[in-house]
């Protein structure tokens, strides 16, 4: 085993992933597709720890609380049975984001989990079975594997994977409305939905035909369809979302506000089209030569970056290792 180092970035899916069909494997009811951005990532180092009894992790320099360090040792554990030995180790990661507040933090950060932990184990893994890996930690972490756009196929836990498709070339502006991590967990939200809303199958059988269609507007170039669909989309799988029992509502008035202005902006010719994921912050895609326009018409709506699409998760050097949190020992002398 070695210390790693992995970086990736979060992605914002145009046809939305929510439902699984198997919550263990985490196989989701319909494929999706998305954007894996070129901001906002997350760094993860993973150092063995042979000697310790339980993994540790330390997110944004402090001990991470015990819900977050269960999650990501479930996924070490299946990790370790894939490489056949019980080391446990000490994972520490940094955001650039908050955690949590639905700007896609848990894609990041087990897409780089994933990559690092892979090499940290020796695993030999191409970019197919790492991001089937990655998928065990958080399904739409599989997607920020892959560079730029990507589609993410349903299937069985062989077939499930991510791999990226040619697109247009494209800017993402995003508009943080609220950086407060949210109420309800997508995982739950997400279950409650499959549980308690008469219109999921609708929407599995709607989100197969958008991916479809998405797809063939993807390799033809054709923006103005691709921007139809990811709005549609959005809306599609808000108002799902709220019909659940009780209802769940991610989207507030600032959300649906830039909704309407990035309409009016289309009225004005500036091509242009809104999703969102588990929370009010709205990313708007739109072509390059549009976006430092539109970015300024959004600015009076929260804070506003300007994003495009980014690389796949990959490895870093050791100089790029992320320093351990003020006030532990756990790392230090680990670089057996
Ligand atoms: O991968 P999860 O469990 O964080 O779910 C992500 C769900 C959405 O972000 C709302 C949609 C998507 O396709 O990314």
Request: charged share 20%; with cysteine.
């Amino acid at each position: 085993m070695r210390t790693t180092t992995a970086r990736a970035y979060p992605n914002i899916a145009l046809v939305k992933y929510w439902g699984k069909a198997d919550e263990e494997l985490i196989l989701p009811a319909a494929g999706s597709l998305s954007l894996t951005l070129d901001h906002f990532e997350t760094t993860t180092t993973v150092v063995p720890a042979p000697e310790a009894a339980t993994d540790v992790l330390e997110l944004d320099g402090s001990l991470a609380d015990p819900g977050q360090t269960n999650r990501i040792s479930v996924f070490l554990d299946h990790v370790r049975e894939l490489a056949g030995r019980e080391d446990r180790v000490l994972v520490r990661s940094r955001n650039s984001v908050p955690t949590g507040a639905g700007l896609a933090s848990s894609a990041s950060g087990f897409a780089a989990l994933a990559t690092a932990a892979a090499a940290a184990f020796d695993l030999d893994l191409d970019a197919r079975e790492l991001s089937r890996l990655a998928r065990r930690g958080s399904g739409s972490a599989c997607r920020s594997i892959a560079a730029g756009m990507a589609v993410w196929h349903a299937g069985d836990d062989e077939s499930s994977f991510a791999e990226s498709v040619d697109a247009p070339d494209m800017r993402m502006i995003i508009v943080t409305v609220n950086r407060a991590r949210k109420a309800v967990s997508s995982r739950e939200a997400m279950r409650l939905t499959a549980e308690t809303s008469p219109f999921y199958s609708g929407w599995v059988s709607s989100t197969e035909d958008y991916l479809e269609q998405m797809v063939a507007a993807c390799s033809a170039e054709d923006f103005t369809r691709i921007g139809e669909i990811t709005e549609s989309h959005a809306l599609r799988m808000h108002g799902l979302i709220q019909s659940t029992v009780p209802p769940i509502r991610f989207l507030n008035p600032t959300s649906h506000a830039i909704f309407d202005a990035v309409a009016e902006a289309r009225e004005h010719g500036i091509k242009a089209y809104s999703t969102a994921d588990a929370g009010p912050n709205v990313a708007v895609i739109v072509r390059p030569s549009d976006a430092e326009a539109l970015a300024e018409r959004l600015s009076g709506f929260g804070d506003v970056r300007v994003v495009g699409p980014g690389p796949g998760a990959h490895l870093l050097t050791a100089a790029d290792e992320v320093p351990p949190a003020a006030g532990t020992s756990a790392g230090e002398g680990s670089h057996a």
